[in-house]
């Protein structure tokens, strides 16, 4: 089993600055791939930005290259650094982790959400 604990989100500006982190926790697991996701209400959960153990990313086309995604395998944590925000990037963001657990020669994969952290921008 492996817990996400998301925080940094809260209340920032327009043309601001937020930065939010995900530590992932638990035994005997490593990190595939780690990412952000954010719900606005009334529309689809959708990609912010993901990142591989690799340092691979992609990104969702909302952020427009303002949101850059980093990972810390050692300390299993993810970030994203939020500038220039926009009142349209009010969301809850939710942080996903796909993990796998291996036992000898044998691993399984599974995917984690963590409970999300609310983001608001003022005008």
């Known amino acids: 089993q492996v817990q996400l604990v998301e925080s940094g989100g809260g209340l920032a500006q327009a043309g601001g600055s937020l930065r939010l982190s995900c530590v992932a926790s638990g035994s005997d697991f490593s990190i595939n791939a780690m990412g952000w996701y954010r719900q606005a209400p009334g529309q689809q959960r959708g990609l912010v930005a993901r990142i591989t153990d690799r340092g691979r990313t992609n990104y969702g086309d909302s952020q427009k290259g303002r949101f850059p995604i980093s990972l810390d395998d050692a300390k299993k944590t993810v970030y994203l650094q939020m500038n220039s925000l926009e009142l349209e990037d009010t969301a809850i963001y939710y942080c996903?982790?796909?993990?796998?657990?291996?036992?000898?020669?044998?691993?399984?994969?599974?995917?984690?959400w963590g409970q999300g952290t609310q983001v608001t921008v003022s005008s």
């Open positions: 996903n982790a796909d993990v796998e657990f291996c036992s000898g020669y044998y691993c399984s994969g599974t995917e984690y």
